[in-house]
C-alpha cells in the first residue's frame, strides 16, 4: 500500500543496483558518472554492506608466487595472465576513483613465506616474472631472505618478495565510497533485502521485503544490475557460485612489532599483515573447506584455532599476545577464477562471483558493468 506522493517520488528509477559491496558501489559510480541525469538506487539487505567488501583483509594483490604457480596447473598461460591484468587494472581503477589517500594505500612491502615442501617453486621464479613482465614492464618477484631474520619468523624456509602489491584501509575505502557515491546523487537504502525481481517488456520490477509494513515494496527500473557476489544463488538459482567463508581474526596492538607488509602463505589460503601495530591474520579455508561453503558467517572454532597456532608458532614465536576481534567475510567462487560478468537478459546484467579477489578486480567489474549499457538507450 503506497501514499501517491511514495508512488510519485520514490519507486521509480533508471538503474537500481542490488549490493552495495565494491562491485554494487563502484558500478554504481561509473553508471552515475556517464549518465548523471540518470537516477541511480543501490539496494542493500545489510544495515551495513555485509558480504566481503567490509571484512576482507584489505591486501591489493595480483597472486603471490605459488598461487600463480598453482592456478597454472588448470589453467593456460594465457587466462593466468588475463585475470592477473584484471587485477592490475582493477587496482589502477580504484586509485583512480578514489585517490590512494582515500583507500589508505600503502607499499610496506608484500612477502610470500617459503616452507621446505614448498621450495621447487623458487626455480619457477625466473618462468614467473618472464610471463608477465610484458605487462608489468618489471619483474613481479624477487628471492629475499634477508628480511626474513629481520621479521622474526619461525620454521620459515625462504621469503619471496612480491614487487608490484600494496595494502589498504579496507574500512576507509568502502566508506569514502559510498561517500563519493552519495554526493554524487546516487541514493543507497539499507536494510533493504531483495526477494525476487520480473521483467517486463521495458522495464524490471524489483520486489523487497518491508518488514516494518510486514509487506513487500515493490521498485521498478529501467536496468538490474545484480551484483550480490556468494549470495546471488536467491535472485539467480542457476548461478554457478559456490559460497566461500573466509575467517579472520587481530591481535591487540604489539609492542615492537618486527615487520610491516602483507605476507602470504600456502598458495595464498593464509595471509597476515600488519595493521596499526596488530597483526591481521585470515584463511585456512583449506582445511575444512566443506563447512566453509555457507552464507553463514559464524566462526569456524577449528579454523580460528588453527589461526592461532600458527601466530603462535611461525608468525609470533615466544612472542605474547591477545586477540582483540574475529570475524569472517563471504567470498564467492567457481568452477574457474574468473567472474561472472555478463548480461543475464535485456535489461538485467550480473557481475558475481569475485573469488578471494574482488578487492583487486571490484572496480573494473564495476566499470565493464557499466559500459555494458545499450548506449542508444542511456
Ligand atoms: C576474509 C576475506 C579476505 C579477503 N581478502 C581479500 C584481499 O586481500 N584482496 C582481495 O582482492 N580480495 C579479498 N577478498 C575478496 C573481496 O573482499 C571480495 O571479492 C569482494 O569484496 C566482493 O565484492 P562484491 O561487491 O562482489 O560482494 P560483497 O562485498 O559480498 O557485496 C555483496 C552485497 O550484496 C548484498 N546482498 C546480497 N543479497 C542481497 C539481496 N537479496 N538484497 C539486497 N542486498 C543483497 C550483501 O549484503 C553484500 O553487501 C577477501 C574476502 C574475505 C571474506
Known amino acids: 500500500m503506497l501514499s501517491i506522493w511514495e508512488r510519485n517520488e520514490f519507486i521509480k528509477y ?8 565494491i562491485v554494487g558501489l563502484t558500478t554504481a559510480y561509473f553508471i552515475k558518472k556517464k549518465y548523471p541525469t540518470k537516477s541511480v538506487l543501490v539496494l542493500e539487505r545489510g544495515l551495513l554492506p555485509t558480504g566481503a567488501s567490509t571484512k576482507n583483509a584489505g591486501f591489493a594483490c595480483m597472486g603471490s608466487l605459488t598461487e600463480i604457480l598453482d592456478d597454472l596447473k588448470i589453467a593456460s598461460e594465457e587466462e593466468v595472465l588475463e585475470l592477473f591484468l ?6 589502477e581503477r580504484l586509485q583512480s ?14 612477502y610470500e613465506l617459503i616452507f621446505e615442501n614448498e621450495m ?4 619457477k621464479i625466473e618462468y614467473c616474472n618472464q610471463l608477465l613482465r610484458n605487462e608489468i614492464k618489471q619483474d613481479a618477484f624477487k628471492l629475499n631472505n634477508a628480511k626474513m631474520q629481520e621479521f622474526g619468523f619461525n620454521g620459515v624456509t625462504a621469503m619471496v618478495e612480491n614487487l608490484c602489491e600494496g595494502e589498504i584501509d579496507t574500512g576507509l575505502m568502502m566508506k569514502n565510497l559510498i561517500h563519493l557515491v552519495s554526493s554524487m546523487g546516487v541514493e543507497i537504502k539499507t536494510g533493504c533485502e531483495v526477494l525476487s ?25 529501467n536496468k538490474l544490475f545484480i551484483c550480490t557476489n556468494a549470495f546471488a544463488k536467491k535472485l539467480l538459482p542457476q548461478a554457478n557460485v559456490t559460497p566461500g567463508r573466509g575467517q579472520v581474526l587481530i591481535t591487540k596492538p604489539i609492542p615492537h612489532l618486527k615487520f610491516k607488509g602483507i605476507f602470504h602463505f600456502e598458495e595464498g589460503y593464509y595471509y597476515f599483515r600488519e595493521y596499526k601495530g596488530c597483526v591481521l591474520f585470515g584463511g585456512g579455508r583449506n582445511i575444512d573447506k566443506q563447512t566453509e561453503e555457507t552464507t553463514e558467517f559464524n566462526l569456524n572454532q577449528v579454523i580460528q584455532q588453527s589461526l592461532i597456532e600458527k601466530l603462535q608458532t611461525i608468525i609470533l614465536p ?13 567470498m564467492a567462487f567457481g568452477p574457474t577464477k574468473k567472474p561472472i560478468i555478463a548480461p543475464y ?13 574482488g578487492v583487486a578486480i571490484g572496480s573494473e567489474v564495476g566499470y565493464i558493468l557499466s559500459e555494458m549499457i545499450d548506449l542508444n538507450d542511456k
Not at 584484471?86 to 587496482?91: A, H, M, Q, V
Not at 576513483?97 to 608484500?110: A, F, P, T
Not at 525481481?197 to 527500473?221: D, H, R, W, Y
Not at 615466544?318 to 563471504?330: K, S
Request: charged fraction near 20%; charge should be negative; proline fraction near 2%.
Open 197 to 221: 525481481f520480473n521483467e517486463t517488456s521495458n522495464q524490471v520490477e524489483i520486489i523487497c521485503n518491508n518488514p516494518v509494513l510486514n509487506s513487500e515494496l515493490i521498485f521498478k527500473a
Open 97 to 110: 576513483i578514489l585517490g590512494k589517500e582515500k583507500i589508505g594505500y600503502q607499499s610496506n612491502g608484500s
Open 86 to 91: 584484471l587485477r592490475k587494472k582493477g587496482l
Open 345 to 357: 537478459s535485456e535489461n538485467v546484467w550480473v557481475g558475481v562471483r569475485m573469488g578471494g579477489m
Open 318 to 330: 615466544n612472542q605474547d599476545f591477545e586477540i582483540d576481534l574475529q570475524w569472517t567475510g563471504i
Open 14 to 21: 533508471d538503474h537500481v543496483i542490488i549490493g552495495s559491496g
Open 120 to 123: 621447487p617453486a623458487l626455480e
